[in-house]
Nanobody, 119 residues
């Protein structure tokens, strides 16, 4: 059974940092893309950051580029999203995602971690 367990969400003041973690079990972690998405009520879920299995392909949403950093520790089966200089518009539920397209499409999601940026 595949599980993605997120941690690290919470309330943070504008300008502050927060780090999300996503620990994965039940699959061969280093074979999967790791992605972070976020969603606010009434809007579609949007991709925030992406990292390929061997770290050679990294992508960020323009709105977070330079402030957020995605990373992964294959020895710990864990992905991270370091968020710095947080803004109120970063308030959302953040979801981690493991994905691969071969030999078949596999798409797994965490339960979501709420991040609230407010003074």
């Amino acid at each position: 059974q595949v599980q993605l367990v997120e941690s690290g969400g919470g309330l943070v003041q504008p300008g502050g940092p927060l780090r999300l973690s996503c620990t994965v079990s039940g699959l061969f972690f280093r074979a999967y893309d790791m992605n972070w998405y976020r969603q606010v009520p009434g809007k579609e879920r949007e991709l925030v950051a992406h990292m390929s299995p061997d770290d050679d392909d990294i992508w960020y949403l323009v709105a977070v580029k330079g402030r957020f950093t995605i990373s992964r520790d294959n020895a710990k089966n864990t992905a991270y999203l370091q968020m710095n200089s947080l803004k109120s518009e970063d308030t959302a539920v953040y979801f981690c995602n493991s994905w691969r397209g071969r030999p078949a499409v596999e798409d797994y999601w965490g339960q979501g971690a709420r991040v609230t940026v407010s003074s």
